[in-house]
């Protein structure tokens, strides 16, 4: 929460997730202060997803989107939403029902639903937002990256936001912590997230919460464009899709095409798969396969439209691989009794890449700053991916003499995020 600041009533803070999102702004009860509201089901979360019935032309959102779909639902289901900003997809439009829906509609839908709800649960209109954005939309790309954020802040407006300002997500996750803090203290906030992984080097104190202009205590910001749905992606590729047929060899001797296999394993890119074009493609592989009994499964696997279910279970095994060494996926929609066991040692091995790239950008991170690891007082960890143990291990490793600190993994952006729309609109 936060210190006594003053208070706007139409002000609140946004959190667009990738995988999930929040939205918080000034307490009735306690004046200054900020607080999350309930969102889906009395939770301060709503996953980043929607569900298009293909019946009643209905659409839901959230949990209730990803029930629909688990329970067989004729639709579309969309999610992972936000990783759109930034790609030339954002332009372009998919076919829903039959009818064209630019993708840019799409994240207004979700959007301004996160907006409805949120007005709902405060009992008020809100007309000013600050707006959670990662460091970078694009690696490498400013004008990309410009790009992004005006795409979102366009979309913004055009759900009834009239006054919005931009806040880096590891920058609000830091405001967030600073409620608890007793001493000064030098804070690496790693923020893990759906779509990217972020990073700020921030001096927090007390009685920051009562300081309007916070850039003097911003030391450095970071990123990079790795987050939980690319563990989830590469935890696919390396285990799972190999028993649908990736890696697997053609008749003529050539290893099996991959381009369906990254579209499964990608959530954006799922339905991608589901096309006449995609479908034609995959019969041919399964004439030419020498193993067609893994490209029956693929087979099988898109005619059901099951790709968003599959990703859903390699999704509930990283996380179980992130508290216990074992679990099972049980494929058993696209090959009855078929279960895949899965060890930490495997998902370690899918995202060693991974949290190399993470690491480095730390260290850059450091380097730029001329700040030693010695001098960094604690590593405020968030985001609901920052729990996955090769990641920790990697970051603490870098910091040894840190104390490690951790914040509600998918409710401390939001918290930041309405304790700065106290700040820029009270």
């Not at 032309?57 to 930034?86: N, P, Q």
């Not at 707006?131 to 979102?152: I, K, Y």
């Not at 991974?354 to 950008?361: E, F, M, N, S, Y």
């Amino acid at each position: 929460m936060a210190g006594a600041l003053p208070t706007r009533p139409d002000a609140c803070g946004i959190d667009f997730g990738t995988s999930n999102s929040t939205a918080g702004c000034g307490s009735d009860s306690e004046p200054g202060r900020a607080v999350l509201l309930n969102l889906e089901d009395g939770k301060p979360t709503i996953p980043s997803v929607v569900f298009f019935h293909a019946e009643d032309r209905h659409i839901s959102y959230g949990r209730a989107a990803l029930a629909d779909y688990l329970a067989g639902d004729e639709g579309r289901l969309m999610r992972s939403l936000k990783s759109l900003l930034g790609t030339s997809l954002i332009d372009e439009q998919t076919e829903v029902a039959g009818q064209a829906l630019p993708f840019r509609a799409l994240l207004a839908q979700f959007i301004g639903e996160l907006k409805r709800r949120a007005e709902h649960a405060a009992g008020r209109e809100f007309t000013r937002a600050v707006l959670g954005r990662p460091v970078f939309f694009v690696d490498g790309d400013a004008a990309a990256d410009r790009q992004a954020e005006n795409t979102l802040a366009e979309i913004a407006r055009a759900v009834g936001l009239k006054e919005i300002a931009f806040q880096y997500e590891p920058i609000a996750a830091a405001f967030a912590y600073e409620a608890q803090v007793t001493r000064e203290e030098l804070v690496l906030v790693v923020d893990i997230g759906g779509g990217t992984s972020d990073f700020a080097l921030v001096r927090l104190a007390p009685e920051g919460v009562r300081k309007a202009d916070r850039r003097e205590d911003i030391l450095a910001s970071g990123g990079v464009h790795i987050g939980g749905t690319d563990f989830d992606k590469y935890l696919s590729l390396g285990s799972v899709m190999p028993l649908l047929g990736l890696g697997s060899q053609l008749k003529n001797g050539l290893q099996m095409p991959s381009a369906q296999y990254f579209n499964l394993a990608t959530w954006h890119t799922i339905n991608f798969a589901y096309t006449k074009q995609a479908w034609s493609q995959i019969s041919e592989l399964y004439r030419e396969a020498q193993e067609k009994e893994k490209l029956a499964r693929l087979q099988k696997l898109v005619a059901e439209r099951a790709g968003h279910w599959l990703a859903m279970q390699v999704e509930e095994a990283k996380i179980a691989l992130s508290g216990t060494p074992q679990t099972e996926l049980n494929l058993g929609r696209i090959d009855p009794g078929e279960v895949l066991v899965l060890h930490r040692a495997d998902f370690d091995a899918a995202i060693g890449e991974l949290t190399d790239t993470v690491a480095r950008a730390v260290t850059g991170l450091l380097r730029d700053a001329g700040v030693l690891p010695a001098q960094v007082d604690t590593v405020f960890f968030t985001g609901g991916s920052s729990s996955v143990p090769l990641l920790r291990e990697r970051v603490a490793a870098l910091l040894p003499q840190a104390r490690r600190a951790e914040g509600d993994l998918f409710g401390s952006i939001g918290s930041g995020l309405a304790i700065d729309a106290l700040r820029k609109f009270g």
